[in-house]
């Protein structure tokens, strides 16, 4: 036992010296810029728009040496607060919080601190702070792009919708993806589920299943971590699902059909470039099909020229104005989810 | 020989020091995982070090600690008695639910009133959910671990649930309750902390945890409803034997036991939080209170030490990003430190038994010697 003992006080010593023979590697000359960047509960790997804008910020640190990127993930609701502080007092030069959850939390810190900048994603209630940034996104035009495909694919008529809660700005989701089916396909059946829970990938998998017996043959989610469990169980009967925020082929590339893309990636490189020329402005940034901010997925091999060409013409019609995607339940009687 | 058996015997006979050893083996095998990622060792420690050590980072610190603290009490309080509260996390749910309702609905009482209504509230919602397992338990039988765990998801949704009712839910876009009245928050003075320059959440919460960690103390080891719920926890049968009333015991442990994580809910939204959000997945209070007691071997001044330990390990490690080190570091050390505490525990139940077995089987050949030593070695150690 003593020389167990002994060769664990060794080992211990080891890695003392190895952490010292470390320490004094980075010290740069310029100043840089500093992103931080606060997650939502769902964390860094959330395959959605947690990711995405890590992924960007990540890329524009890889391609400009002039900024530092860092992220703080936050366990519970009451991290967000402490976690947006934490750059704060480590001097950041702009925080972006991701997602409307952490609204609460960003406008404290704004209104405390009235000379740090914020960028705050998928949220406008902080649009009136001086300081703070809103980068918003049109999900219902991507949802629209992606109501298209599934009702030129589908072959049954019927598709599924699994949304993750309910709320003004999670509907936009399911109205603009129903006026999309419906101006594909107008007589489709779109079969919907509120799993009131983004994180329930079991769950998810249970609805999926569902819309499938009762001959759904295109399901999309918008629905987190729940949505993982829809493509699953699409994957698993051999149908097709449409992804949410990210390129989700990856997740199933074979039954992946597309996925309705938030350039959450470019928004936060946006903001952040700004905050570097200092043209940083608060407000909304509203991000839509005009500037590329949503889309379709650049994996496209599931889709034939013919439905893209369909999608393109409109998209067309989207950005001069001639389709009006709805924005809210009331325009669209066949979203359900609602009441 | 002997030198070996001294080390483990006193290894074996001291608590704290297996604790600590364990604490040491977690930071070891972090060290380990950190190497393997290439990362320094000491940028990381350092890091986690560094975080906890300053003003600021202290009163966070406080402010994390505060309802690991009162859970790990409750986990505790629990294990002393002979029942595993694995549902303190559903119980802290319910609790904090309650204290929010309260905290919301009745937000024009002065905060006087208010506060202890909340913490009445929490107390209550939460000894009514361990009342329910326990009366599932004494009344069919029914197994407590499989019930609370249930238990933990009817909390989970009923809280969501209640969350999406529109005189409770945020009248903004958030997912989440409105925010609890101003008066029914627990926290420091603004100017006080302003001047500090400690956590904008500092609060007195951690006056209630300690308040509870001498009650509890009191209640386990002066009192007589303290000697019987020990009694049935270490020999059910001995204790019926004596004439304690075994199902009441136990229901009334669990109701402790729930009331403590209530308000440990209570603690943590009108102190950290002000709100509850509509859950996504389990926030886990109730798991890191399992943590706790066990690092604090159950004993309500360990679980003391141990909620700030673990507050502080929590805190710290999420500045580790920081440095380019992943949290999950945490995670890694935190189960580490589980894992060998209950390796500790076991060895020891294993050792008892094979020394009872040696005892009986060899007696004949074994010298008499050899018979005391084993004796006084399982003897020594509950």
């Not at chain 1, 603009?176 to 329930?200: E, K, M, R, W």
């Not at chain 2, 986990?75 to 309650?98: C, D, L, P, R, Y």
């Amino acid at each position: 036992m003593k020389k167990t003992l002994a060769i664990l006080l060794v080992l211990c010593m080891v890695f003392a010296l190895a952490a010292c023979g470390q320490k004094a590697a980075e010290s740069s000359a310029a100043p840089k810029i500093r992103i931080g960047m606060v997650t939502d509960v769902g964390g860094v790997n959330d395959k959605s728009f947690n990711q995405t804008s890590w992924e960007g910020l990540q890329a524009l640190a890889a391609e400009d040496s002039s900024f530092e990127v860092n992220y703080l993930e936050s366990k519970t609701d009451a991290d967000y607060q402490t976690n947006i502080n934490t750059f704060i007092d480590e001097g950041y030069d702009l925080v972006i919080c991701v997602g409307y959850m952490l609204a609460d939390a960003t406008r404290q810190a704004a209104q405390a601190n009235p000379n740090q900048k914020f960028a705050i994603i998928d949220d406008d209630t902080n649009a009136d702070l001086p300081n703070v940034a809103c980068l918003m996104f049109a999900q219902e035009q991507a949802s629209y792009l992606v109501g298209l495909v599934a009702g030129f694919t589908t072959e049954t008529k019927t598709v599924g919708y699994v949304q993750g809660m309910v709320s003004p700005s999670m509907n936009k989701f399911g109205v603009g993806f129903i006026s999309g089916v419906l101006a594909a396909c107008p007589d489709a059946t779109v079969l919907q589920y509120n799993a009131n829970n983004f994180g329930d990938s079991a769950g998810g998998s249970t609805a999926a299943k569902d819309m499938i017996t009762k001959g759904a043959d295109v399901i999309y989610h918008a629905a987190g971590g729940t949505g993982m469990g829809v493509i699953e169980a699409c994957a698993e009967e051999g149908i097709w699902a449409i992804g949410v925020d990210t390129d989700q082929s990856n997740l199933s590339p074979d039954h992946v059909l597309t996925s309705a893309m938030k350039r959450v990636d470019s928004a936060s490189q946006d903001i952040s470039k700004s905050v570097k020329n200092g043209t940083f402005s608060a407000g909304v940034h509203l991000y839509d099909l005009t500037n590329n901010g949503v889309g379709l997925a650049p994996t496209t091999t599931h889709l034939s020229q013919d439905i893209l060409d369909k999608v393109a013409a409109a998209v067309e019609d989207i950005m001069s104005g001639k389709v009006v995607v709805p924005t809210t339940a009331e325009e669209v009687p066949q979203f359900t989810l609602a009441d | 020989m002997k030198e070996k058996k001294g080390v483990f015997s006193y290894i074996a006979d001291h608590r704290f020091l297996q604790i600590l050893i364990s604490i040491f083996m977690g930071f070891l095998v972090g060290a380990v995982f950190l190497i393997i990622m290439g990362l320094s060792v000491g940028e990381a420690y350092g890091r986690l070090l560094t975080s906890i050590t300053s003003l600021k980072g202290f009163s966070y610190v406080i402010v994390y600690s505060i309802s690991y603290i009162v859970v790990g009490l409750s986990v505790a309080f629990s294990f002393k008695t002979g029942v595993f509260n694995i549902g303190a996390e559903g119980q802290f749910v319910v609790g904090s639910m309650a204290a929010a309702c309260v905290g919301i609905l009745c937000g024009n009482l002065p905060g006087i009133v208010l506060i202890p209504l909340c913490f009445l509230a929490a107390m209550a919602a939460g000894a009514i959910w361990g009342s329910i397992v326990g009366f599932l338990k004494t009344r069919w039988g029914i197994n407590e671990v499989l019930s609370m765990i249930m238990f933990n998801w009817i909390a989970f949704y009923l809280s969501n649930f209640i969350a999406g009712i529109p005189a409770i839910h945020s009248d903004g876009s958030a997912e989440s309750t409105k925010n609890i009245a101003a008066s029914a928050r627990t926290l420091l003075p603004q100017g006080f902390i302003d001047r500090l320059n400690i956590a904008p959440t500092a609060n007195w919460g951690i006056l209630v945890a300690v308040a509870a960690t001498v009650l509890v103390w009191f209640i386990i080891e002066k009192t007589t409803l303290g000697y019987e719920l020990k009694a049935v926890g270490s020999n059910k049968n001995a204790a019926e034997y004596g004439g304690i009333g075994v199902n009441r015991s136990i229901l009334t442990s669990l109701a402790i036991s729930g009331a403590l994580a209530g308000l440990g809910g209570a603690l943590q939204l009108m102190g950290m939080g002000g709100r509850i959000s509509v859950f996504t997945s389990q926030e886990g209070f109730g798991f890191a209170g399992i943590v706790v007691a066990l690092i604090g071997c159950s004993n309500p001044f360990g679980v003391l030490v141990a909620g700030l330990f673990y507050g502080a390990l929590i805190y710290g490690g999420s500045k580790l990003n920081l440095v380019g080190v992943p949290t999950q570091l945490i995670n890694v050390i935190v189960g580490t430190v589980v894992f060998f505490i209950s390796i500790s525990i076991l060895f020891e139940r294993l050792n008892f038994t094979a020394v009872r077995h040696k005892t009986r089987k060899e007696q004949n050949i074994m010298q008499q010697e050899e018979i005391d030593k084993a004796n006084e070695k399982g003897g020594g150690k509950q």
